[in-house]
C-alpha cells in the first residue's frame, strides 16, 4: 500500500447496537411525549379510527346500493351522533345523581368502616396485638374514594363531550374507506403493490372482526350487569352498566372494578350484606360465564396477548390518556399484533407478544 493512504473500516454491526438501542429508546420517549402533548386530538382520533372500523361495512353496504357516499356517511354519522348523545344524557344524569348521593353514602361508609375497626381491633386484642396500631379510618378515606370515582367519571364524560371532534374525524375515515388499497395498486401496478394491497385488506379485515366481537362482548357484559342491578334495585344500574361496557375493554383489572363498585354502592344502600353478596355472586358468574365460554366462541380466531405485555400496555397507556388509556390499551396492541401477524419481517414481533402457546403444538409465525 503507498504512503499515506490508508483503509477505511467499517465498524462491526454488534458494536452499533448499543447506539440502535438507545435510539429507539430516545423516539419512543419523544412519541410519548408528543402524545401526552397532544392528548385531546390524538384520543378523539384514536377513538374515530375504531368506531370507523365497525361502521366501514355499514358505509360500503350503502354503496353498493347505489345510495351516495355523502348520504350513507350522513346516516351513519346521525346514528353514532344519536348514540353518543344519549349515552351522554345518562351517563351526565346518572353521575350528577351520584354525587348529590354522596353524602347519604359517606355517612353510611363511616359508620361501616367503625364497625369493621372495632371488629378488627378485638381480634388484635385476642391475638396480643396494639388496638391502637390497627386503624383502618386512618386508611380508608371515604373522601379520597369518592373524588377518584368521580374524577375517573368526569374523565369519561369530558371525552363523550368531544363528540363533536370523534364524528369529524369518522366522517374523513370513512369517506376514504376501502380507496387506500386501490390507490396502492395505481400508484405502483407490480407484484409487491398487489401483495401490499392484500396485506392491508386482511389487516383490515382482521381488525374489524376483533373490534366487533370485542364491542358485542362488552356490549352483552354491560346489559347483563344493569339487568343484574335493576333487578336487585341497586341505585345507579345504568351507570355501573356503561361502566361495565367500558372496563370489559380492560383485561381482568376492568371486570374487578366493574364488581367491586356497584357491591359497595348495595353494601351502603341496603342495610345487611345479603343484596350486596348476591349481586356479588350474580355479576361474578355472569362476567365469566362470557368472558370463558361465550368470548371465544364469537372470536373469529384464536387472539392471545401476553399478561405482561397486558399489564406494561395498560401502566403506559394509563399513564399516557389516563382511564381512556387504560381502555384503549388492548385494542391498540392488539391492532399492532394483527399488523404485526400479517408483515414477515414482523412476524416474531407478534409471536413475542402473544401469550403462552397451547401445550399441544407449537405455535409457528405463519400461524397468524
Not at 454491526?13 to 419512543?28: T, Y
Not at 388496638?131 to 380508608?140: E, F, I
Not at 354491560?222 to 339487568?227: C, E, K, Q
Not at 406494561?312 to 387504560?326: A, E, K, P, T
Amino acid at each position: 500500500m503507498p504512503a499515506g493512504e490508508y483503509t477505511r473500516t467499517e465498524p462491526p454491526m454488534h458494536d452499533l447496537r448499543p447506539i440502535i438501542v438507545l435510539l429507539g429508546i430516545l423516539a419512543l420517549v419523544a412519541v410519548g411525549a408528543v402524545m401526552y402533548l397532544l392528548q385531546s386530538i390524538l384520543l378523539p382520533f384514536v377513538i374515530a379510527v375504531f368506531l370507523s372500523f365497525l361502521f366501514k361495512p355499514v358505509v360500503e353496504g350503502l354503496r353498493k346500493r347505489r345510495i351516495p357516499t355523502f348520504v350513507a356517511l350522513i346516516i351513519v354519522i346521525l346514528v353514532v351522533a344519536a348514540v353518543l348523545a344519549g349515552l351522554s344524557m345518562v351517563v351526565v344524569g346518572s353521575v350528577n345523581a351520584f354525587i348529590d348521593a354522596i353524602p347519604r353514602y359517606e355517612g353510611r361508609m363511616t359508620a361501616l368502616v367503625q364497625e369493621v375497626t372495632r371488629i378488627v381491633e378485638r381480634a388484635a386484642e385476642a391475638l396480643g396485638l396494639d388496638p391502637g396500631s390497627v386503624r383502618l379510618s386512618d386508611a380508608v378515606s371515604v373522601g379520597s374514594v369518592t373524588s377518584v370515582l368521580s374524577s375517573s367519571l368526569g374523565s369519561l364524560i369530558s371525552t363523550l363531550g368531544n363528540g363533536f371532534l370523534i364524528l369529524l374525524f369518522m366522517i374523513f375515515i370513512l369517506a376514504g374507506a376501502g380507496d387506500f388499497s386501490r390507490k396502492i395498486r395505481r400508484a405502483f401496478p407490480s407484484p409487491g403493490a398487489d401483495h401490499a394491497s392484500e396485506v392491508i385488506e386482511s389487516i383490515d379485515d382482521r381488525v374489524r372482526k376483533y373490534m366487533f366481537a370485542k364491542m358485542l362482548i362488552s356490549l352483552l357484559t354491560g346489559t347483563v350487569t344493569a339487568v343484574i342491578l335493576v333487578i336487585l334495585g341497586v341505585d345507579f344500574a345504568l351507570l355501573w352498566g356503561f361502566l361495565a361496557f367500558l372496563l370489559n375493554f380492560i383485561p381482568n383489572f376492568g371486570s374487578l372494578i366493574a364488581t367491586v363498585f356497584p357491591v359497595l354502592i348495595a353494601l351502603l344502600q341496603f342495610e345487611g350484606p345479603g343484596r350486596a353478596v348476591l349481586a356479588f355472586i350474580l355479576l361474578v358468574v355472569a362476567q365469566n360465564a362470557i368472558g370463558n365460554f361465550l368470548e371465544p366462541k364469537l372470536m373469529a380466531f384464536r387472539f392471545q396477548l401476553s399478561p405482561l405485555l397486558i399489564l406494561v400496555s395498560l401502566i403506559f397507556w394509563g399513564w399516557l390518556w389516563g382511564v381512556w388509556g387504560m381502555i384503549l390499551a388492548v385494542p391498540i396492541m392488539s391492532t399492532f399484533k394483527i399488523v404485526c401477524e400479517q408483515v414477515n419481517v414482523l412476524k416474531p414481533v407478534a409471536v413475542l407478544m402473544s401469550g403462552p402457546p397451547p401445550k399441544e403444538k407449537t405455535e409457528s409465525w405463519e400461524g397468524g
